[in-house]
């Protein structure tokens, strides 16, 4: 019983180490999107948070949600400020995925008006996505 009792601790502790290496969620900002490809392991959850400002008539429109690789948790989740205190103010738009299978796909986001036909995008985000 006792042998039992001293594994314990270092089995704990081995357990929390392997967790720490991956972590469950992956955050990313627009200036990280330039560097890709993403990595994940299956199951992470990636969370994507871009500017936005909707007041402007612009919105990310997701093109390509690298669906066989990444699947949504939930629609765009837009936020402001609290401190901010003005109409019209930017915010940020975020969008969740869970890796859920092993491969490549593309994750394609365009800042755009989505009235205006034939106006290329203001910002564009085209990032590989890997999962192992």
């Known amino acids: 019983m006792k042998y039992a009792q001293r594994l314990l601790l270092p089995c704990a502790i081995a357990l929390l180490a392997a967790c720490a290496q991956h972590p469950t969620s992956v ?12 990595e994940l392991r299956n199951g992470q959850t990636l969370v ?6 909707p007041t402007t008539g612009f919105r990310w ?13 939930g629609p765009e989740v837009y936020t402001t400020p609290e401190d901010a ?3 019209g103010s930017a915010g940020k738009s975020t969008w969740r995925y869970q890796a859920y299978q092993a ?5 394609l986001m365009q800042y ?3 009235w205006e036909a034939g106006v290329a995008p203001a910002k564009t985000i085209d990032c590989q996505i890997e999962v192992e």
């Open 61 to 73: 429109v997701v093109a390509d949600t690298a669906p066989a690789v990444l699947r949504s948790l």
């Open 48 to 53: 994507v948070s871009l500017p936005s400002n």
């Open 112 to 114: 755009q008006r989505p």
């Open 27 to 38: 955050t990313v900002e627009e200036k990280q999107l330039g560097k890709c490809p993403v």
């Open 85 to 87: 205190g003005l109409v």
């Open 103 to 107: 491969g490549q796909a593309r994750l």
